[in-house]
């Protein structure tokens, strides 16, 4: 079986085998090892499977201004060699044990994922720690996945979306790390050397930065010495990520990008709300009122249902850790673009001044609560909700309080924070297309 058919057979087998049932949220134990690395557990020994989610605050942001892109080359490496093992023999193991491990950075955090069976649990942690520790960065793989880098970027060249997504945010960060893409550009992945990739994990890989998540066939006990194993000889800290706190300039300001293409895509936001808020709940049925519920939104049913407009048409908060965001996206004929964005702001404008009619709270409320229990459906969905609770400080009950919370929203708490919250006169917006009639500025 190839590499790719391993993991992807896994990948099916996690999906399809439930590890809790999904009327209820799962019990969570807070599980520190002898060393003191901290680790949220759920136990599931109905099937031989063990998920583990972890990662380091502290991402893509952390780039060199000249070498954007590093963090993500890196992620593509550590599986390429650690230890005494080459790239070959490195990946040849994890394929003959069935072992699931990818690594990958965000903007805010460099995450890791391992799945496995319980039988190669031990060799499984192993190949995690020398991963972590020992990564060779070897010329062949360097080079290979070099070059897959920088033909990704050549094809995401002739992506519209991903063309506006990545100008939007270096015309609203233009002196932040925010501004830079995750990938890097052609001219900085062609600059970072073996030196650079080996410095990344020294001064981004410490315990003060880890946060670790495990589901599956494993009890506290046995996670505590594996935590240890894994991760106790990495730096015990090595400070808080050197990012600062920002906002985008979002000044209403609209930038078209030609392409001759018979369609626009358009990508629009301006300042958010950072998860810790206190009407964090509040701002997120107001969004998914607005944008981010799919066929029954408000811009969906009057730019696309009612108008015809667009073909598609979204709103989410994006509670970046130093810049929160709500940003959005529309797709429309050339034609169409001016139009479009211009009843985006009215919706804006009317949620803002308005608020919600008290069907769609009700609507909102009856799907954020019913579909939640829906995303514990694998040991890795679980180990991935658990990672985010931690790094966004939610508490270890979360999962127990969190339709409470949205239950608990009123409409007066969405009018407040959508007065707050919604500027049309600062919804930036970048068009990649042609689109017709359109005031720039």
């Given at each position: 079986m190839?590499?790719?058919?391993?993991?992807?057979?896994?990948?099916?087998g996690?999906?399809i085998l439930?590890a809790l049932p999904a009327?209820?949220?799962?019990?969570?134990?807070?599980?520190?090892?002898?060393?003191?690395?901290?680790?949220?557990l759920?136990?599931?020994?109905i099937?031989?499977?063990i998920?583990m989610?972890?990662?380091?605050r502290g991402?893509?942001?952390?780039?060199?201004?000249?070498?954007?892109?590093?963090?993500?080359?890196?992620?593509?490496?550590?599986?390429e060699?650690?230890?005494?093992?080459?790239?070959y023999?490195?990946?040849?193991?994890?394929?003959?044990?069935?072992?699931?491990?990818s690594?990958s950075?965000?903007?805010?955090?460099?995450h890791?994922s391992?799945?496995?069976l319980t039988?190669h649990?031990d060799?499984?942690?192993s190949m995690?720690?020398?991963a972590?520790t020992q990564p060779?960065?070897?010329?062949?793989?360097?080079?290979r996945?070099?070059?897959q880098?920088?033909?990704g970027?050549?094809?995401?060249?002739?992506?519209?979306?991903?063309?506006a997504?990545?100008?939007?945010?270096?015309?609203?960060?233009?002196?932040?790390?925010?501004?830079?893409p995750v990938?890097?550009?052609?001219?900085?992945?062609?600059?970072i050397t073996?030196?650079?990739?080996?410095?990344?994990?020294?001064?981004a890989?410490?315990?003060?930065r880890l946060?670790?998540?495990?589901?599956?066939d494993i009890t506290?006990?046995q996670?505590?010495?594996?935590?240890?194993?894994t991760?106790?000889?990495l730096?015990?800290?090595?400070?808080p990520?050197?990012v600062?706190v920002?906002?985008?300039?979002?000044?209403?300001?609209?930038?078209?990008?030609?392409?001759?293409?018979?369609?626009?895509?358009?990508?629009?936001?301006?300042?958010g709300?950072a998860?810790?808020?206190p009407?964090?709940?509040?701002a997120?049925?107001?969004?998914?009122i607005?944008?981010?519920g799919?066929?029954?939104?408000?811009?969906?049913?009057?730019?696309?249902e009612?108008?015809?407009?667009?073909?598609s048409?979204?709103?989410?908060l994006?509670?970046f850790?130093y810049a929160?965001l709500i940003?959005?996206g529309?797709?429309?004929?050339?034609?169409?673009?001016?139009?479009?964005?211009?009843?985006?702001?009215?919706e804006?404008?009317r949620?803002?001044?308005?608020?919600?009619?008290?069907?769609?709270?009700?609507?909102?409320?009856?799907?954020?609560?019913?579909?939640f229990?829906?995303?514990?459906?694998s040991?890795?969905?679980?180990?991935?909700?658990?990672?985010?609770?931690?790094m966004?400080h939610?508490?270890?009950?979360?999962?127990e309080?969190?339709?409470?919370?949205?239950?608990?929203?009123?409409?007066d708490d969405?009018?407040?924070?959508?007065?707050?919250?919604?500027?049309?006169d600062?919804?930036?917006?970048?068009v990649v297309?042609q689109?017709?009639?359109?005031?720039?500025?």
């Open positions: 190839t590499i790719i058919m391993r993991r992807l057979f896994l990948a099916l996690l999906a439930p009327a209820a949220s799962p019990p969570v134990e807070r599980v520190v090892s002898a060393k003191g690395i901290e680790a949220w759920v136990q599931d020994h099937n031989p499977i998920a989610e972890f990662a380091f991402g893509s942001a952390l780039d060199p201004a000249d070498r954007a892109g590093l963090a993500n080359m890196v992620s593509g490496l550590l599986d060699g650690a230890g005494e093992l080459d790239s023999a490195f990946q040849k193991r994890l394929e003959d044990l069935s072992i699931d491990l690594f950075s965000g903007q805010d955090s460099f890791g391992l799945k496995t039988e649990r060799s499984a942690f995690m720690r020398i972590l060779r960065f070897d010329d062949e793989p360097v080079q996945i070099r070059s880098i920088l033909s970027l050549a094809a995401d060249l002739q992506n519209p979306s991903v063309v997504n990545r100008a939007w945010f270096a015309l609203q960060f233009p002196d932040h790390p925010y501004g830079r990938k890097g550009t052609p001219e900085s992945v062609k600059a073996a030196a650079d990739l080996r410095a990344f994990p020294a001064g890989f410490g315990r003060d946060v670790v998540s495990v589901v599956g506290a006990e996670l505590k010495p594996l935590l240890d194993q991760f106790g000889d730096p015990e800290t090595v400070g990520p050197a600062a920002t906002s985008p300039k979002a000044n209403g300001r609209v930038q078209v990008i030609e392409r001759n293409n018979p369609q626009s895509v358009v990508v629009f936001g301006h300042e709300i998860r810790e808020d009407e964090w709940f509040p997120y049925v107001m969004n998914y607005l944008g981010g799919g066929f029954s939104s408000r811009l969906f049913t009057e730019v696309r009612k108008r015809g407009l667009a073909y048409v979204h709103s989410a994006s509670p850790d929160p940003i959005g529309v797709a429309t004929a050339n034609g169409r673009v001016a139009e479009s964005l211009a009843l985006i702001r009215e804006w404008r949620m803002a001044e308005h608020g919600p009619t008290p069907a769609e709270m009700d609507d909102a409320k009856t799907y954020l609560t019913g579909s229990p829906l995303q514990f459906d040991v890795g969905a679980i180990a991935g909700i658990l990672l985010a609770m931690q966004d939610l508490g270890i009950d979360y999962l309080k969190r339709n409470a919370l949205i239950e608990a929203v009123q409409a969405v009018r407040k924070i959508a007065k707050r919250l919604l500027r049309p600062r919804l930036a917006a970048v297309g689109p017709d009639g359109l005031a720039t500025h």
